[in-house]
C-alpha cells in the first residue's frame, strides 16, 4: 500500500542519502504520503520561486504535473536536473494549447489586422513551447496569483490580451478584479475556423480568451454553491480561479491554492468554509483546522482529485529518489534551448511584475 511503512522508511533513507544534492518540491494537491518528503510546499508560483532559489541542488524531484516541472527546468541552471516522478503526470488544460494551434491562432489574428495590437498572457499550466510562443511575442506568464498584475501589465504593453490557456481564469481576472464586462471577453476555439470568431468580434474584444479549462474545478456549478449554502448556513463559499464565471461569481472569496491556505489560518475559530479546489488540499486542510474547531467541506457532493497530480504516489517517489542515490537519473525533464530561452523571456516577465 502507498502508505506502507516500509517505503516511507525507503523514501526517507534514500533521501537521506542524497542530503543537498536533492531538493523535493510538492504543489498543494499532491497526496499526503509525498507531501511529508516534499522540502517545500506552494502554489504554482510559489514554486516556481523556490526550484529557481536553489542553485546548490543537483536534483530538483518536482511532485507536481509535467509543466511545472518545465518550468522550472527552464528556471534553474543547465547542469540541475529536474527529475518528474512519474511522466504521465501531465495536465489536460495545458494539453488543450498546442504550438500548431496557437501559431494558427496567431495568423487569425494577423489576418485580422489585430495582432499587433495584441499581448499574450499565458497560464502557468501550458507547455513550454506555448510558454515560447508567448514570450516571443512580447508576453507574459502568470499563475493564478499574479494574473491580475500579469492582466495590468498586459493593458499598458497593448490594447488587447490574448489568453492561454484557460479562459476561466482568464475571464474571472478580467470581470472580477479589472472591471471589465463580459462583453469585452470572446472566446476563441482552436477547433473551428478562424476561431469560431469574425473580425469584427476580434477587433471590438478586449480579451481573446483561449478555449481551454480545468476539468477538476470545471466539475463545480452554481448549484453547488447553493446547496453547500443551504446545508451549512453562514459558511465561507472560497473558490480557485480556475472555477467557471457563475462560481467565481457566487463565491465569498476566489485565490490560488497558496491563498486558500493563508485565508484559512486566518480564519477566526467556529468559521465554517466550503472549498472549491482539488481534494487532497481541501481534505489536508479539513484534518489541520478541526483541532481549532474550523469547519472545512469540500465545495461539491461528488469526490474530485486531479488524476494526474494523484499519478504521483509514494511508489513513485522511492523509486525516483532511490534511482538517484544510485547513480541513475530517471524521468528527467529537460527542455530544448530555443524553447528554454524564450520561455524564460516569458517567465522573467511574470517575476518582475510589481
Ligand atoms: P495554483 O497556482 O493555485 O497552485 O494552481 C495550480 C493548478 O494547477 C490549479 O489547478
Ligand atoms: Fe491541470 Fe486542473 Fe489538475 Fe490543475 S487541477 S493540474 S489545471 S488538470
Redesign the pocket.
Known amino acids: 500500500s502507498p502508505s506502507d511503512p516500509d517505503l516511507v522508511e525507503r523514501a526517507r533513507a534514500a533521501k537521506e542519502k542524497l542530503g543537498d544534492k536533492v531538493f523535493v518540491l510538492g ?3 499532491q497526496r499526503d504520503e509525498v507531501i511529508q518528503f516534499a522540502d517545500v510546499t ?4 510559489k514554486l516556481a520561486r523556490d526550484a529557481a532559489a536553489r542553485p546548490e541542488a543537483e536534483y530538483i524531484v518536482f511532485c507536481g ?1 509535467h509543466f511545472m516541472a518545465e518550468s522550472a527546468d527552464i528556471l534553474t541552471s543547465d547542469d540541475q536536473k529536474v527529475v518528474l516522478p512519474d511522466l504521465a503526470a501531465g ?1 489536460s ?1 495545458a494539453d488543450m494549447a498546442t504550438a500548431e494551434q496557437v501559431a494558427e491562432c496567431w495568423d487569425v489574428l494577423t489576418e485580422a489586422g489585430v495582432a499587433e495590437q495584441v499581448v499574450p498572457v499565458s497560464y ?2 501550458s507547455s513550454a513551447d506555448i510558454k515560447a510562443f508567448t514570450g516571443k511575442h512580447g508576453g507574459t506568464i502568470c ?3 499574479n494574473a491580475k498584475r500579469a492582466l495590468e501589465w498586459a493593458f499598458e504593453q497593448g490594447e488587447k490580451v490574448l489568453f492561454l490557456p484557460d479562459q476561466h481564469l482568464g475571464r474571472n481576472t478580467a470581470v472580477r478584479d479589472m472591471g471589465m464586462s463580459l462583453d469585452d471577453c470572446v472566446v476563441y476555439n482552436p477547433h473551428k475556423p478562424n476561431g469560431g470568431l469574425t473580425t469584427d468580434e476580434l477587433r471590438a474584444a478586449k480579451m481573446i480568451l483561449w478555449r481551454g479549462h ?1 476539468s ?2 470545471g466539475r463545480f456549478s452554481l448549484d453547488s454553491v447553493n446547496d453547500v449554502r443551504e446545508r451549512i448556513p453562514g459558511v465561507n463559499v472560497l473558490v ?1 480561479p ?1 472555477c467557471r464565471h457563475e462560481v467565481v461569481a457566487a463565491a465569498d472569496h476566489v ?5 486558500i491556505i493563508k485565508a484559512l489560518e486566518a480564519a477566526p475559530a467556529g468559521s465554517k468554509w466550503a472549498i472549491g ?2 481534494l487532497n488540499l481541501v481534505r489536508r486542510l479539513a484534518n489541520r483546522f478541526a483541532p481549532e474547531g474550523k469547519e472545512i467541506v469540500f465545495l461539491d457532493r461528488t469526490v474530485c482529485f ?1 488524476s494526474t497530480m494523484n499519478r504521483i504516489d509514494l511508489p513513485h517517489l522511492v523509486w525516483a529518489l532511490e534511482s538517484l542515490a544510485e547513480g541513475n537519473l530517471v524521468n528527467r525533464i529537460e527542455v530544448d534551448p530555443e524553447t528554454e530561452a524564450f520561455a524564460k523571456l516569458a517567465l522573467e516577465r511574470m517575476l518582475a511584475l510589481p
Not at 506552494?42 to 508560483?45: A, E, R, V, Y
Not at 485565490?255 to 491563498?259: F, K, M, P, R
Open positions: 504543489h498543494h494537491y506552494g502554489d504554482s508560483f504535473v495536465c488544460m502557468m499550466n499563475t493564478s496569483s480545468c477538476v474545478h480557485h480556475e485565490g490560488s491554492t497558496e491563498y479546489t482539488e486531479c
